[in-house]
């Protein structure tokens, strides 16, 4: 069995650049999705798939009306999405060079996609209670962060990374990593205590909005100074260029969704904003992921090492490997 799957292992090639294609490709269908998920809740469409896998008992499709089509079109998306992610576990198996790293991150985010779909089930049989999508968000933002990860394996040379900044700025990010995962937590209960449940029938968490709206504030706020301290400690550090225009980037991202979030709760919110205010959610999630890993750069020696460990004929039949 290992022979022949390693035989057809080395009769099929998945390029570098063919794989880099892909890996980009589900990453933009994993964002997608969040902002197709926020839409059916905020036009109250979530159940308008009642059963699951099918749309409606005996029939996959749904039917021309509003709010079917809504949750249909999101099942689509949500299908094409996990299409991306199986085709990308399968092209990490046959890249040459063959790469562990990679390897594990694809077959993670396979894990991930199938864990997605069997809880987006849940959640439609659960009638869409509030602690079952917010479940649902949070494993949709983990499954967009393991793709972002990828995508930057592949676009990257094989080796170990090593920082290229202090181990302080280091451990900064990662606190800023952890306030912005509790800016988007409280979020989620804030969207489960609002107006928008995604179906009339579904139930709302025992929270007082304005308290846990003011919560959601005080994590954002949080977060802008972090930002902000961050961005001394890299100046002051003479830190690459990259880092820094990702640091702003970042801060502008923040900043604007402060600017989002305040307008929306204090015009009532409005679901147009509230959907915008989702996308920035999703921008900002990735900003912060790309700022974080251009913390870390594989050097040429590490460059040249895995190199080495491509080049070395493998004890086996079969390809050799490299981590």
Known sequence: MKQSLQRLQRSVTVSPALFRRISYATLIFCAVIIVTGGIVRLTQSGLGCPTWPDCTTGHFTSSFNYHPMIEFVNRVVTFFAALGMSVTAVFAFFRKPFRKDIMWLSLGLLIEVVAESVLGGITVLEKLAPPYVMAHFVLAIIVLWNSLVLYKHAISAA?????????????????????????????TAVAGTGPYSGSPISSRLPFNLRQVAYLHADFAIILVALILANLFLLHQARAPEIVQRRARLLLWMGAIQAIIGYTTYFSGLPAVLIGIHIAGAT??????????????????EAR?????????PSSLPGPSYAS
């Open 159 to 187: 080796g170990k990374a090593k920082p290229v900044v202090g181990q302080e700025i280091v451990w900064l990010g990662r606190l800023m990593f952890v306030n912005l995962g509790a800016v988007i937590l409280v979020g």
């Open 304 to 312: 040249g090492e895995a190199s080495k460990r491509v080049a070395q």
């Open 283 to 300: 921008l900002t999630w990735i900003a912060m992921t790309w700022y974080y890993l251009s913390l870390f750069h594989v050097s040429r």
